[in-house]
């Protein structure tokens, strides 16, 4: 099922509801990337590292603004080099 549609949440509205929902997802996650060995970019640990409070990475609690693109794009790059063993 989807995480979020416009019955379950509304722009303004507390995602905390959610939130259960999500750890599930993320679990899945994880372990379908560990199992296959495909590397997992968590966007959590992103935030946190940033030293930066997540707002300031997201319009919503959802979706990344351009700082947060921007986050997202140079571990997603790091990764990709690290795989390929590209520069």
Request: charged content about 25%; overall charge negative.
């Amino acid at each position: 099922p989807p995480l979020c549609n416009e019955k379950d949440f509304q722009p303004g509205e507390s995602f905390l509801p959610l939130k259960k929902d999500i750890v599930v997802y993320r679990n899945v996650l994880e372990e379908t990337a560990a199992a296959n060995g495909i590397p997992l970019v968590r966007l959590d640990e992103l935030t946190e590292r940033s030293r930066q409070p997540s707002g300031a990475f997201f319009f919503d609690v959802v979706h990344p603004n351009r700082l947060g693109h921007e986050l997202i794009a140079a571990r997603l790059a790091t990764v990709i080099l690290g795989i390929t063993g590209s520069r």
